[in-house]
Every structure is written in structure tokens, then in C-alpha cells.
């Protein structure tokens, strides 16, 4: 059989033509398809409803009750700025400002599953804003104290006498707010210093995205 | 000189569909684990199970073994070991469908059975050497890394082949 | 949305029967395409069969494009995908000794499963090889170290590292591909044909 040098053409059969053309296709589909940004966080119908919903609400009986049994699930927040945190602020909170709510070392006490996070600011404005960023993003466990520190100051350090004609019920949560403030250090009229109560130790763990595990 | 026709044994998918099975096998496998599939990590689980039970101190003083050594668990329960049995049911499956199943060793007619088994062995060793390096062979590393365009899985893809183009004149009498 | 189990949608305790399944579909494609023969795989080395070339990228093109067609439309997230890590040196070196027991053996760990499943003796050979290999390497691991754990680049993607948008990449990659399948051919067409 004589063998002669030329290149013999190769006949690619029509089905390769098109199965390569398919694949070309679909290539240059992903290349010029339009690009979006992506959302990450939670879709827009279901913050609203969120926003609407009054479920984030925790008031300042139930915060008050959870500190006095010592509640290892509960975490406070003060987005207050700084300088109003560091002159008066409720026992064992974490200051994390306003501006900072964002900002990945914050994502650490947000976004997470453990504890329950209880926001709070002088009124609910600050505290309802922080809320809206977190819930944004999807994070879960995050309240918002109703009526902050004011609601406090007027609730538990310096609770209202009921009137006589007020129900039973007024003046079971009268008794349990005085009790309360004494907890709180409120009446301390001697000049000792107030108990300083150990420092919790908040053991932080932040909800990674999961990523697969694999290899070899 | 006869040609003799092979029978259906050597009646094989055609290489482009065996891809596209292939391709759509992987990309499952990423959409429900995560994870590619892969085979060295295997064989890595059953050595490191086998030095364990042979000599414990030992296999805990070596940096190596210690990593895959997982307290109250045998190293083999990983996700690839499991892998690896199906893939011996698969191909086995495959086999006896299309009639291959058969005890004998494969080699070129130019070379003897028991070179081709020696050479075999030689080149295991070489590859098992190499996956460890590379954390991964052409399955783990090579399709499972480029399917999700990672760096790693792409120069080991192209060292494979590199090195493999470069040593196969010198022992091109076991193929042809 | 996926990838599944990772994510919760499946839960954990059927990782293991699926990846069982999935071994199963994984040999069976292999065997199928003809990877229980050494002389096949050794072919794309010889120029007389390419099936290890067009299998390979015809399956790592689908499995691509898949995967970003799938991130594009929101089904699965590939952050949470598992990126082989890089150590470049290591990768390298690896990448060539395995290219040599490639080319001696003719075997590849996945293939040396199924071939073994089918009898074929070499193949078990080359399964007692690896075991070897990897018994060797782990007992002088303290001489290797340094290497195996050096130059490490983190679990990138080729985006990363040198700035081409993925999807111009893949369909750098395709067009690649589909020349390589052709020169395939054309040189499968002038090698002297190998009976196995």
C-alpha cells in the first residue's frame, strides 16, 4: 500500500459539527448573557411583611425577668454611639453603634444562632434602624426592646404606683418592677459601690456560609 | 496478514457521550454534595486504616497519618471510600453487561504478561506517590477541580499531561 | 437551592448512600466508555485513540458550563462549592510524577477500580501500586513536608488568580476544545492503527 505524504482531509461527521456548535453556543450564551448583582439577603416582599409585623417587640418586663434569672441566651445591644454607652447602660450589654451594624466584626454578635439578640437605643428609633439592617440580611433572633431606655427608666427604675383602680394585674407588675429595681441597684442609698457583677463571657460563633467539605 | 474482526467486547460508547454522561454525573454530584467525586482519597483512607490497626503508636507519631486519624471513627468513613465501592459495583455492572468480565492481563503483544505486570506495579507506585503531592488524581483533582475552575485542579491537569507526554517515547515499546 | 445536603435541603445521613449511587453511575460510564483498558487510556499518548481527551473535556466543558448555568440562574451558590486548594509547587511536582506512573501503568486510581471490577490483573497490579506509593510517601512525610505544605495560594479559582471572568474562560476553553477533538482526529487518521 503506497503511502503518500499529503494531509488527508478529515471528514467530520455532521452530527460532531453540530454537537460542537451546540457546545459553542452554549459558551458564548453564558459569556453574553446580561449580568446582575445578586441579592444576598431576603427578598423584598418578605421584609416588608417583617417590618409590619410587631413579633420583633420584646418589652421591658420580659427583658428585666430574663436578667434577673440569669437567661444565658439573652444578649443586649446598645447601638447608642459610644459615649452615651459608656456613661449608663445596662448590665452586661455590647456596644455595637449604629453605623456599625454592618461591619464584619459585628457580624459575629448578629449573625449567629445561639443567643437571642435584644437591641436597644434611648428611644425605639435607633434600635428599630439597626433592626431593619439585620433583617435585611436575613439575620435571625434579633429584638427590639420597645421604647428602649426611656421605657426602662420608666418602667423598672422608676415604676409607677398604680392606681387603686387599676387591675390585679397592674399591681403584680408594680411589685415585680420594684423588685426589680432593687435587683438593678436602684434605692442603694449607702455609699458602698454597687456589686460588680462578674463579666459575662459572650462565646461567639459566627454563622459561616457552609461551604462543602471535600478534597483528595 | 489477518485482521481479526473483535466482537461486541470492544463495542465501547462513543467517547463524546460517555463525556456528556460523564459531565452531567459530576455536575449532580456538585449540586447535591457539594463535592466532586474523586478515587485517591481511597485509597489514601484504607492505607491510613491499615497502618492504624497494624501499629497504632506508630501511625499517631507520623505527622502524615495523624491527620486523617479521627478519634472514635475509622479513617474509612469518608464520603470517597464509599465512592469507591460503587465505583467497583459500576464497573463491574458495566462489565457484565457487555460481556468483558474476564481474568487476564491486558499488554501489548510486544511484551510479555509478567513485564506488563512489573511495569503496572511500577507505575502505581508512581501514581500513588504523585496523588498524594497533588492532593488528588485526574478524577479528584482533574475533573472535580476544573469543574468549578479552580487553579490547583488546572496545573495539576496540565502536569499530568506534561509529564506524561514527556516520559512516553522513552517507554513507548509497552504500548506499540 | 443548591448545593444540596450542605445546605440542609437533604439531610447528612444520605451523604454517604448517595455518594454510593453516584460511584456506581461514575464507574459504570467509565467502564462503558472503555477506561478498564490500559491500552485505550495510553492511546492519547500514541496518537491511536483519544478517548481519555475527548472524554476528559467533553465531561469537564458540561460539568462547567452546568455549574455556571446553574449559578446564573440562582440553583445552586458556588461559593459554597469545594475548591480544590492550591499549593503550587506540590501540585506541579505531584502533577508530574503522576504524569509518569500515567504513562507506565496506564491507570489512573478511578480506572484502576473499574478495571479491576472487570479482572483485568494489571490493573489490581497497579491498585497494590498505589497502596505502595502512598505507604511510601507517608513514611518519609517528614523529608516531604516542607514541600507538601508550601507555597499555598488558598482555595482560588483560575478568576482569582489571573483576572479572566469565568465566563469568558469556559468559552475560551470550549473553543479550545473543539480544535483539540478535530487535530484529534487528524492525527488519529495518520498514526498506524493499533488492534487492542
Redesign the interface.
Known amino acids: 500500500m503506497s503511502n503518500t505524504y499529503k494531509i488527508k482531509k478529515v471528514v467530520v461527521k455532521t452530527e ?1 459539527k453540530v ?1 460542537a456548535a451546540i457546545l459553542i453556543i452554549l459558551a458564548g450564551g453564558l459569556v453574553l448573557l446580561p449580568k446582575y448583582e445578586k441579592n444576598s439577603g431576603i427578598k423584598p416582599e418578605s421584609f416588608l411583611l417583617n417590618i409590619m409585623s410587631t413579633e420583633r417587640y420584646v418589652t421591658t418586663d420580659q427583658i428585666a425577668n430574663k436578667m434577673i434569672n440569669q437567661d444565658p441566651n439573652l444578649l443586649l445591644i446598645d447601638v447608642r454611639k459610644k459615649e452615651d454607652f459608656d456613661k449608663f447602660s445596662l448590665p452586661n450589654a455590647v456596644n455595637i453603634p449604629l453605623a456599625k451594624v454592618l461591619s464584619s466584626d459585628s457580624e459575629a454578635y448578629l449573625n449567629q444562632d445561639t443567643y437571642d439578640v435584644v437591641l436597644y437605643s434611648n428611644d425605639n428609633c435607633y434600635a428599630d434602624q439597626a433592626w431593619q439592617l439585620c433583617n435585611r440580611m436575613g439575620y435571625k433572633h434579633i429584638y427590639v426592646l420597645k421604647g428602649g431606655l426611656n421605657e426602662w427608666f420608666n418602667t423598672i427604675i422608676n415604676p409607677q404606683e398604680p392606681k387603686i383602680t387599676d387591675s390585679d394585674l397592674a399591681f403584680k407588675d408594680y411589685n415585680f418592677r420594684k423588685a426589680a429595681a432593687m435587683y438593678f441597684g436602684v434605692g442603694n442609698k449607702t455609699n458602698t459601690a454597687p456589686k460588680v457583677k462578674p463579666k459575662r463571657v459572650i462565646k461567639l460563633a459566627k454563622k459561616k456560609k457552609k ?6 | 496478514m489477518k ?1 481479526h474482526i ?1 466482537e461486541n467486547k ?1 463495542v ?2 462513543n ?2 457521550f ?27 483512607s ?2 491510613v486504616t491499615v ?1 492504624n490497626d497494624v501499629a497504632p503508636t506508630h501511625a499517631e507519631n ?4 495523624d491527620r486523617f486519624i479521627k478519634k472514635g471513627d475509622s479513617p474509612m468513613n469518608t ?2 471510600v ?15 453487561l ?1 460481556g ?9 503483544p510486544k511484551i510479555t ?1 509478567k513485564k ?2 512489573i ?50 517515547y522513552f ?2 515499546k ?3 | 437551592m ?5 445546605n440542609g435541603v ?1 439531610p447528612t445521613e444520605w ?2 448512600v ?17 477506561f ?5 487510556i ?1 492511546g492519547v ?2 496518537g ?1 485513540d ?2 481519555v481527551l ?11 458550563i ?2 455556571y448555568y ?1 449559578d446564573y440562574f440562582e ?2 451558590n ?1 461559593e ?9 509547587w ?21 480506572t ?12 489490581m ?15 518519609f ?2 523529608f ?2 516542607p ?2 505544605d508550601g507555597s499555598y ?1 488558598g ?7 489571573l483576572g479572566i471572568s ?1 465566563y469568558w ?2 468559552f475560551l476553553f470550549t473553543v479550545f476544545a473543539v480544535i483539540a477533538f478535530y487535530f484529534a482526529d487528524v492525527i488519529r487518521k495518520r498514526v ?1 492503527k ?3
Not at chain 2, 468483558?100 to 501489548?108: C, D, G, N, T
Not at chain 3, 448517595?18 to 472503555?34: C, K, R, V
Open positions: 460532531y454537537l461551604v462543602a467539605e471535600g478534597g483528595c | 485482521i473483535e470492544h465501547y460508547w467517547p463524546y460517555g463525556g456528556l454522561i460523564l459531565g452531567l454525573v459530576i455536575l449532580f454530584t456538585f449540586y447535591i454534595t457539594g463535592r466532586g467525586p474523586g478515587a485517591s482519597g481511597a485509597f489514601k484504607t492505607i497502618v507520623n505527622a502524615y497519618y464520603w470517597l464509599y465512592e469507591a465501592l460503587g465505583l467497583l459495583i459500576g464497573g463491574f455492572l458495566s462489565g457484565a457487555s468483558r468480565l474476564k481474568l487476564f492481563v491486558e499488554h501489548s504478561s506488563r505486570i511495569v503496572a506495579l511500577l507505575g502505581g507506585v508512581f501514581f500513588g506517590l504523585g496523588a498524594q503531592f497533588a492532593r488528588g488524581c485526574t478524577s479528584g483533582a482533574g475533573l472535580s477541580g476544573l469543574a468549578v475552575l479552580s487553579l490547583g485542579g488546572f496545573i495539576t491537569v496540565l502536569s499530568i499531561f506534561g509529564g506524561g507526554y514527556a516520559i512516553a517507554v513507548r509497552n504500548w506499540i | 443548591g448545593p444540596l445536603i450542605p437533604i451523604n454517604f448517595i455518594a454510593i449511587l453516584i460511584g456506581i453511575a461514575f464507574g459504570f460510564t467509565l467502564e462503558a466508555s472503555g478498564s483498558s490500559s491500552r485505550k495510553a499518548f500514541y491511536y483519544f478517548a475527548k472524554v476528559f473535556f467533553t465531561a469537564a466543558l458540561v460539568s462547567m452546568g455549574i446553574m440553583l445552586v458556588v459554597q462549592l469545594f475548591v480544590l486548594p492550591t499549593y503550587t506540590s501540585a506541579i511536582i505531584g502533577g508530574v510524577i503522576m504524569g509518569f506512573g500515567f504513562v507506565l501503568g496506564g491507570f489512573c486510581p478511578g484502576t477500580l473499574c478495571a479491576a471490577a472487570i479482572g483485568k490483573i494489571d490493573g497490579a497497579t491498585m497494590v501500586g498505589i497502596f505502595i506509593g502512598i505507604f511510601l510517601f507517608s513514611e512525610y517528614d516531604i513536608e514541600l507538601f495560594l482555595r482560588i479559582t483560575i478568576t482569582d488568580s469565568p474562560f469556559i498506524k493499533v488492534f487492542y
